[in-house]
Nanobody, 121 residues
């Protein structure tokens, strides 16, 4: 089974920075686009940023200019650099791979377990 493992979350003051990582593990798979989503208490999960295999990115309006998504295809890892953090960025952040190819005619959507980011003074 393909797994996505997030790391890098924690407590940071407003205006601070954090860098999240998401590493894919397993064997016999290939990953296309990847993304970061977040879910704040009492709110639905929302898209934060996505990136294609070739590096094309897309961001939620609320994080444009502050967050940067990137990936290292040789390491099967995607990153989210978060700068100028605000209290409203507090959420559990989830890594997502919507189309993981694991065999002929077999694709999977895979989610990580999440990492908590708390922005507070």
């Amino acid at each position: 089974q393909v797994q996505l493992v997030e790391s890098g979350g924690g407590l940071v003051q407003p205006g601070g920075s954090l860098r999240l990582s998401c590493a894919a593990s397993g064997s016999g798979f290939s990953i296309n686009a990847m993304g970061w989503y977040r879910q704040a208490p009492g709110k639905p999960r929302e898209m934060v940023a996505t990136i294609t295999y070739g590096g094309t990115t897309n961001y939620a309006d609320s994080v444009k200019g502050r967050f940067t998504i990137s990936r290292d295809n040789t390491k099967n890892t995607v990153y989210l650099q978060m700068n100028s953090l605000k209290a409203e960025d507090t959420a559990v952040y989830y890594c997502n791979a919507p189309k993981v190819v694991v065999g002929p005619f077999r694709n999977l959507e895979v989610w990580g377990q999440g990492t908590l980011v708390t922005v507070s003074s």
